[in-house]
């Protein structure tokens, strides 16, 4: 295996240090305070290419690697997790039902804008009464008049609600009374479609700069040609879709535990206490070199679950064991480095206090790691 990046990867990767250092690190702490989504941020790493970056040239992205958007990630969520929790929605489970599944009308329609950057995906699987049980959801289309009413309640849904936001992809019941039509569908409603609105922004324990909302559907109706794929077909769409969404949760998890160690390494060594910096106390530098090998063992889950994906192999066992591993080892990291920092450490002003609250949703978000565990060993034939 093979995981060193190519020369357009190293660019990416360059470009990414780049913007998340000036930029993101600079003002996305503010809007974290804030609990405002900062989608100044967004729209500029929408004019750098970046809100296309797993989608093809040929629909207005830059065609870029899963190796090199999880290296991207890196970079990004080593500056503010909440930045780099709604680009990755946007790009993963944002776009991906419109590529994977799509017409090439209805890409042209909202798969273009949202990897040009001009918008911002959502996608709508959760509601109140279902979540690690997605078939469980009540949201329900029904034909009518040469379309879909649909009706129904979403949750905890990402991205949806901010002045960029093009509406969101959703999957609904399609089964019929007259049993015409099995299953569950995928559909596109925007914004401003009669019927549709939402909740205000959730407050979460951390990544307090994403948008996160309920969204009501009451009598929308769209027709047709917003339903994306076969009206069957949509549940199996979301879980695969999903598969992509895990090794980027992956991702954004390495990048979390980077900064936790980086900024506990960096305290260690310039506080004293009895006479010497902790760094030189045996009990934290222990704390240091697990983290540090932890992190290694999840990077490489990561990138091959990456690596499978672009070389056309099947990855989600891997991509349900990156996920697992990586939020583990993010969430026990961010414990571990407040725990250095002592009392300072608790202080909401000190970003290992704000990295240690963005870390819980990670075993929580795209698949808890209970269901990564049954993913797991349903893949180990139990
Ligand atoms: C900040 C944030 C952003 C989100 N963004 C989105 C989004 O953009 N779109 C979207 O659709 N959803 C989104 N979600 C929802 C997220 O995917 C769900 O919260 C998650 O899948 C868990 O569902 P739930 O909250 O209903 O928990 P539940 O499914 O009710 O689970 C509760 C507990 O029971 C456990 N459990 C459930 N079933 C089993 C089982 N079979 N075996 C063992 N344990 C089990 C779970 O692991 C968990 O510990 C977001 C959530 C958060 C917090």
Redesign the pocket.
């Known amino acids: 295996m093979d995981f060193s990046l190519g020369e357009r990867e190293r660019d990416l990767v360059g470009l990414c240090r780049d913007f998340a250092q000036a930029e993101i690190a600079a003002r996305a702490p503010r809007a974290w305070d804030e609990g405002r989504c900062p989608t100044d941020l967004l729209r500029e790493m929408g004019g750098l290419g970046l809100l296309g970056v797993l989608i093809p040239e040929e629909w207005g992205g830059i065609g870029m690697s899963t190796v090199g958007f999880v290296a991207a990630m890196e970079q990004i969520g080593l500056a503010d997790q909440s930045v780099a929790?709604a680009w990755q929605?946007h790009v993963t489970?944002g776009s991906l039902p419109l590529y994977l599944f799509g017409t090439d009308a209805q890409r042209e329609r909202w798969l273009r804008p949202l990897a040009e950057g001009r918008a911002l995906g959502?996608?709508?699987?959760?509601e109140p009464d279902?979540?690690?049980?997605a078939r469980g959801i009540r949201t329900r289309a029904e034909r009518r008049d040469g379309g879909w009413l649909i009706n129904g309640r979403?949750?905890?849904?990402?991205?949806a609600g901010t002045d960029m936001s093009f509406g969101v992809t959703l999957l609904a019941r399609t089964d019929q009374a007259d049993g015409s039509t099995p299953g569950y569908g995928s559909f596109v409603v925007e914004k401003d479609t009669e019927g549709f609105t939402m909740g205000p922004k959730?407050r979460?324990i951390g990544?307090r700069g994403?948008d996160?909302r309920e969204l009501y559907f009451d009598d929308v109706w769209v027709p047709d040609d917003q339903l994306v794929g076969d009206a069957g077909m949509g549940l199996s769409q979301f879980l695969r879709t999903l598969e992509v969404g895990r090794i980027s949760i992956a991702a954004l998890s390495l990048s979390l535990t980077q900064a936790v160690l980086d900024l506990a390494t960096d305290y260690a060594k310039q506080r004293e206490q009895f006479g010497q910096p902790i760094s030189k106390f045996q009990a934290v530098q222990f704390k240091l070199a697990d983290i540090a090998t932890e992190l290694e063992a999840a990077r490489w889950l990561t990138y091959r679950a990456a690596y499978l994906r672009d070389s056309g192999q099947a990855f989600q066992k891997e991509a349900a064991m990156a996920k697992l591993k990586a939020s583990r080892v993010a969430a026990w990291a961010a414990s571990e480095a407040v725990q250095i920092h002592g009392g300072l450490g608790y202080m909401l002003d000190t970003p290992v206090a704000r990295f240690y609250c963005d870390s819980k949703?990670l075993e929580?978000?795209?698949?808890?790691?209970?269901?990564q565990?049954?993913v797991i060993a349903r893949a180990l034939g139990c």
């Open positions: 929790a929605a489970i959502a996608f709508g699987l959760t279902a979540g690690s049980d979403k949750t905890f849904i990402s991205n959730m979460g990544w994403l996160t949703v929580i978000g795209e698949g808890t790691n209970e269901i565990h049954l």
